[in-house]
C-alpha cells in the first residue's frame, strides 16, 4: 500500500517513563502522543499535561480515518474540532497530533520528515558544522538534502560555499 492512501487507525497519549524523560522535575512534560497507521506508529512528545488531555479527550479522535499524507485536511479538521478554542492550549494540542502525523508519513514512506516537507529534491548535499558547537567541518548526509542550496555570506558571490556532491 502507498503511503499516499493509508488512514489514521489510532491517536492516543501515552506517559513517558521517567528512563527515557531522566529525573522528572516539577513541571517537567512527561507525555507523547502517538498516532498509528498500518501497524506504525509516529509520535511526538515530550507533551505538556493539558494539551495531552485534550488529545486524549477526543481532539485525537478526529483524526482517525483521514489519509496520512493529507496534512492540510487533518490540520483544518483539528482546528474545525476546536472551533473558538483554536488558539493557545488547543494550537498547542493541534500541533502534537500534526507532528506525530508527520512523523508517521516519514516513517511509512522511508524518508527524512525534512524532505516530505518540500518540492525540491536533491540528491544529497554537504553539510557544514559553522556556528553549532556539537559539530565541526564538513560531511556528506547519507540522505536527501531537503533544503534549497543555501545562501552564504562568507561566499563572494553569496551562495553556499560548499559543493554539493
Known sequence: ???????IDD???VCLPEPVTGQRQEGDSRHAVVVVAAGTAGVF???DELPAA?????LGRTVIGCRV????????????RLGPHGAGLGRWAAGAVDCAVWDLHGKLTGLPVAVLLTETRHPACRCTGHGFPWTSGTRVLPMPCAAPQ????????????????
Open 69 to 80: 499524507s493529507d496534512h492540510a485536511g487533518l490540520l483544518a479538521r483539528l482546528l474545525a
Open 150 to 165: 543555501p545562501r552564504d555570506s562568507r561566499s563572494p558571490n553569496g551562495r553556499c560555499a560548499v559543493p554539493r556532491t
Open 11 to 13: 491517536v492516543h497519549v
Open 1 to 7: 500500500m502507498h503511503a499516499a492512501d493509508v488512514v
Open 45 to 47: 512528545g515530550p507533551v
Open 54 to 58: 485534550l488529545v486524549a479527550a477526543g
